[in-house]
């Protein structure tokens, strides 16, 4: 109030002072699209100062707004081009995506006690969804080091060759239902019976023997960091030695997602990124779970149900069945 009474007397000093010529006061701002002329007989100094600190209100928010709709378009087409632009091809950081594949050369299957599968559909016209793809492939790329060996179940001759550059096992013949959709029971044998015969090779695999394995799949929009592997790891210390012993329990892990405003410019190049991101994101519904990651031998895959990915409550029976196994761990 003080501030309000002290710019209309500034006003009225600022109209006396400036807009006084011979008998007329001359006020030379637009109201209501009109210049106001204003005899000096009788005039209303007070009307005269109001209607400027209104009419100066409307003009700043007016100027404000306007800028704020340039601001607005400018960073909306700078968008527009950067995603237009971007092709299949896109990489994230080439020298932090060559620093990777450097460090995962020489590891090899051996090494591995996470087996973790997704599938990918090709889709070329949805930029953001090839980039979220792409975002997955550099994370399990990134876990590798770490002892997961990662597959990918595609149609695609695109994914699949990403899938190979980066070190990720790609799988073309696999059991769908009639409209192409992956039956998840097919999927998880794959993996368990490639792997194995992969690893009977290995010079560490008779003391595998005496190490929990774990099996998971995940849905293909997921960026793991490599908490997952450390989560993993106090879970295999934690029952190594009862599998040592004849008396291991079943283990299922599962999560759901954390959901994001992800762009095809938005850098998931490294633990931190992908971190910070999910900072800003929601954690999806309670009863909606996105991974699902088994210790070795809890079921025999080939005789499950015939589940596709992504249809209803499928994630929700998986659960309760092994809530239901007096094997599963608590």
């Known amino acids: 109030m003080r501030f309000r009474n002290r710019l209309h007397q500034y006003i009225q000093i600022y109209i006396l002072n400036h807009f006084y010529e011979n008998e007329y006061f001359l006020v030379l701002f637009m109201y209501h699209g009109k210049k106001i002329l204003i005899h000096n007989d009788g005039i209303d100094i007070d009307m005269i100062s109001y209607q400027m600190i209104r009419y100066f209100i409307i003009r700043g928010c007016a100027i404000i707004f306007i800028c704020w709709i340039f601001l607005f378009m400018y960073f909306q087409k700078n968008r527009s081009t950067e995603t237009g632009n971007l092709d299949f091809q896109y990489k994230f950081q080439p020298q932090t995506e060559q620093t990777i594949r450097n460090k995962v050369s020489n590891v090899s299957i051996c090494e591995s006690f996470i087996n973790l599968f997704t599938t990918f559909i090709e889709n070329t016209t949805d930029i953001r969804k090839i980039a979220a793809q792409e975002a997955v492939l550099q994370s399990l790329t990134r876990l590798k080091p770490y002892g997961v060996q990662s597959w990918l179940f595609t149609k695609s001759d695109l994914w699949a060759k990403r899938a190979e550059e980066n070190k990720i096992y790609s799988v073309r013949e696999f059991e769908t ?25 290995c010079d560490q695999y008779s003391a595998k023997k005496n190490e929990i394995i774990f099996d998971g799949y995940f849905n293909g929009d997921i960026v793991f960091s490599t908490s997952l592997v450390q ?13 040592m012993i004849n008396k291991s329990e079943d283990i299922l892990v599962i999560g759901k997602r ?20 999910s900072r800003h994101g929601t954690i999806f519904q309670a009863d909606a ?18 589940f596709v990915i992504g249809r209803l409550a499928y994630d929700n029976w998986l659960v309760d069945n092994a809530y239901h196994n007096e094997k599963t761990g608590n």
């Open 231 to 243: 989560t993993l790891k106090v879970i295999q210390q934690h029952w190594n030695h009862r599998l």
């Open 177 to 201: 239902n009639k409209y192409g959709t992956p039956v998840l029971s097919g999927m998880f044998s794959h993996v368990i019976t490639a792997s194995h015969q992969k690893s009977l090779d």
């Open 289 to 306: 779970l996105d991974y699902f990651i088994y210790s070795r031998g809890i079921r025999n895959w080939t005789i499950a149900p015939k």
């Open 258 to 277: 954390t959901n994001v405003d992800f762009f095809s410019y938005s850098k998931l190049d490294s633990d931190e990124s992908a971190i910070k991101l």
